[in-house]
């Protein structure tokens, strides 16, 4: 079964730090997605980054970048020059190709104090 | 590109009564839509997956009574819930992907809506 696992209930950073959000994520499938999503306190989904199982790369996007590490199975955020609205949940995911249905992490409350 | 709507976005009803959510995609096609509930402070659980003219696809312990979902359209899919009691109140949340660009895979979601059963 696939499983996303995000040890860091609660983060707390200082404006302009960068910061790394932990995802590790299980499945026995060799082909899948891997995805970030923010959640402000207003409840909507914002889609952040996504990374494939057979990119060579790891993807970036804006000050948004994921730490692919495929033989440790871990697929990190790094946000980087942290602002004060990064405030938010942000949940890492994971799709396994075949399937349409995402897998969802508990999620990490990320926290910039000024 | 890629918005989803969703309406209303908060609704307060009397137990017993039913409610229904309305998920748009905007600006693009979406095949597949899905609905997933939020209880605070947790993760999203998927409910099920609603499919343009065809049945929907309810994830184990779902109720297909009490949650109708219904996709007639590339651009339209609703979530009934039928007979709302209190435990039902949650967020509902439903997503999308965009037909065009089935494959990056991503689901773009729709703002939520609060329902509170009193």
């Known amino acids: 079964a696939q499983k996303i696992t995000q040890t860091q209930p609660g983060m707390f950073v200082q404006e302009k730090e960068a910061v790394t959000l932990d995802c590790t994520y299980d499945?026995?499938?060799?082909?899948?997605?891997l995805f970030w999503y923010k959640q402000p306190s207003s409840g909507e989904m914002i889609f952040l980054i996504y990374?494939?199982?057979?990119?060579?790369q790891n993807a970036t996007e804006g000050r948004y970048s994921l730490n692919f590490q495929k033989a440790r199975k871990s697929a990190n955020l790094v946000i980087s020059a942290s602002q004060l609205g990064d405030s938010a949940m942000y949940f890492c995911?994971?799709?396994?190709?075949?399937?349409?249905?995402?897998?969802f992490g508990q999620g990490t409350r990320l926290t910039i104090n000024p | 590109g890629a918005v989803v709507s969703q309406h209303p976005s908060r609704v307060i009803c009397k137990s017993g009564t039913s409610v229904k959510i309305e998920c748009r995609s905007l600006?693009?096609?979406?095949?597949?839509m899905f609905w997933y509930r939020q209880f605070p402070k947790q993760s999203l659980m998927l409910m099920a997956t609603?499919?343009?003219?065809?049945?929907?696809?309810?994830e184990q312990g779902v109720e297909k009574d009490k949650f109708l979902i219904n996709h007639a359209s590339l651009t339209l899919s609703t979530l009934t819930v039928t007979s709302a009691h209190p435990e039902d109140s949650s967020f509902y949340i439903c997503?999308?992907?965009?037909?065009?660009?089935?494959?990056?895979?991503?689901?773009?979601f729709g703002p939520g809506t609060r329902l509170l059963v009193l």
């Open positions: 997503s999308a992907r965009d037909q065009a660009r089935a494959y990056q895979e991503t689901q773009y």
């Open positions: 499945t026995s499938d060799p082909s899948y997605g």
């Open positions: 990374q494939g199982s057979y990119d060579q």
């Open positions: 995911a994971m799709r396994v190709t075949g399937a349409q249905k995402l897998v």
């Open positions: 600006d693009f096609q979406a095949t597949t």
């Open positions: 609603s499919n343009e003219g065809s049945k929907a696809t309810y």
